[in-house]
């Protein structure tokens, strides 16, 4: 994969973990942990399309469907965990 594919990755994957912060709202934290969600999510998605030769919606040598998939399981996961409280006992 060239230079191109990875920036252009990065950019929709920042893209995508934006979106979400608009969506779901929140402060400045959950936008850099939405977007680093996002960013690990997509370039895990893009692996493991390409390990186990899933190709679906190509573009170049990005496997954009697989990564948007990952990306969005990820940040759905990460939204769910985030939600958790933690009660102190007195």
């Known amino acids: ?8 990755g990065a950019v929709i994957a ?3 973990g934006a979106l979400f912060h608009l969506w ?8 850099i942990l939405y977007i680093i969600l996002s960013w690990f999510g997509f370039w895990i998605g893009h692996f493991l399309g390409e390990s186990l030769g899933w190709d679906f ?3 170049g040598g ?3 469907g697989m990564a948007i998939l990952g990306d969005v399981l990820v940040l759905g996961v ?3 965990l985030s939600l958790v409280q933690v009660e102190k006992k007195a």
């Not at 994969?1 to 252009?8: D, L, N, P």
């Not at 779901?24 to 936008?31: A, C, F, N």
């Open 1 to 8: 994969m060239t230079i191109q594919g990875y920036i252009f």
């Open 57 to 59: 919606a190509k573009v």
């Open 62 to 64: 990005l496997n954009l």
């Open 24 to 31: 779901k709202g929140g402060k400045l934290g959950r936008l």
């Open 14 to 16: 920042t893209l995508i």
């Open 78 to 80: 990460g939204y769910w």
